[in-house]
């Protein structure tokens, strides 16, 4: 699960003006966090059904998605890596496709196959020793979007016995997206998505505002300052958030699937992306490799972050939407 690096005092309600539209917020727990849905609209009773469709598509992500519940459709794909072929669903399917495009994007740096080395660290954090070699080498060897093939028919494998696919990196942006897709279908341009403080959705704005305004501030740390998002997703990630202590040292939650290693420094990063899977892929990307944004045109057109290290290499994108000065100092 993300760190709750964003709160958000957002969605402060511009008043109703003349065309009548009213707030309507309603909050839930799912998948392990609390998933938050503001959004404006004529009819509060029509809103209200609205909202329940949207819980619907999150609670059936969580049955679909869940690494937690031993009969989830991944974890069936799970059980059954090395064994050949088998048929998944259509919203699996597209979710796979997708998370091995953005493992492409990202170098590798977001890899939805990461599950063994999750699992090692795990276990090292357990027995308070790291990972032998050995060990970290043969997790590796489990782990790379290559050997997670899709054929066209919707038959999807899992290469070799061992693999197992960790859907914490994007699940909950996925869901955000989805729930988008429902509003923009049923014509609601007024909305915000907040799962978890950490991945979050603006359609439009609140009326008779420029922007959803929300308060930038990493658990434990005074705000950063107010950001303003319009149609576009963020994901916001604190590399410590959620650590492990092994030997004395703390490791973070993020696992470079390539590396085999946990991130041990202390790196903060906020991304806004036009889709909250997108966003929550380049977070990784972010903490993990640093890239420059010249690197690849197309993936960074339309994309900005903000990122702070301890040790210093700290950056912020041209037009980032902070409202108050942030010193890259900190």
């Known amino acids: 699960m993300f760190c709750a690096a964003v709160s958000a005092s957002a969605a402060i309600p511009a ?13 839930r727990y799912t998948m392990g966090t609390v998933l938050e849905v503001t959004l404006y609209d004529h009819d509060a009773r029509q809103a209200r059904q609205l909202l329940e469709e949207a819980f619907s598509i999150a609670q059936r992500l969580d049955d679909l998605l869940s690494n937690y519940k031993p ?16 048929t998944a669903s259509p919203e699996l399917y597209a979710f796979l496709e997708l998370a091995k ?11 939805i196959t990461v599950g063994p080395l999750m699992d090692l660290w795990q276990k090292a954090s357990e027995q308070g020793q790291p990972p032998k070699n050995l060990s970290m080498r043969t997790a590796q060897s489990l782990v790379g979007s ?9 038959k999807v494998k899992l290469k070799k016995m061992g693999m197992r696919i960790d859907t914490g990196g994007i699940g909950k942006g996925y869901a955000v997206d989805r729930m988008a897709d429902l509003f923009k279908r049923r014509g609601i341009i007024h909305a915000l998505i907040n799962f978890g403080q950490s991945s979050i959705l603006a359609l439009g704005a609140p009326p008779h505002a420029p922007a959803w ?50 991130v041990s420094k202390k790196i903060r990063t906020v991304v806004l992306a036009p889709t909250a899977s997108v966003a929550e892929a380049l977070s990784k990307y972010v903490i993990l490799r640093n890239p420059p944004e010249e690197r690849d045109r197309d993936l960074w057109s339309h994309v900005k972050i903000l990122r702070l290290s301890e040790d210093g290499e700290n950056r912020r994108s041209e037009g980032f939407p902070l409202t108050s000065h942030v010193s890259l100092d900190k």
């Open 213 to 262: 305004r929300l308060l930038l501030q990493f658990p434990g740390e005074e705000p950063l300052g107010v950001l303003e998002i319009k149609d576009e997703a963020l994901s916001a990630s604190s590399s410590l958030g959620k650590s492990l202590e092994i030997d004395g040292k703390r490791y973070g939650h993020l696992i470079d699937p390539r590396r085999g290693t946990a």
């Open 101 to 111: 495009s953005l493992t492409q994007k990202t170098d590798g740096a977001f890899d």
């Open 71 to 86: 009969e989830s459709e991944i974890n069936r794909l799970n059980r059954g890596a090395g064994a050949g072929p088998v």
């Open 15 to 27: 008043p109703v003006g003349a065309d009548h539209l009213q707030p309507i917020r309603e909050a």
């Open 146 to 154: 290559a050997d997670l093939i899709l054929y066209p028919d919707r």
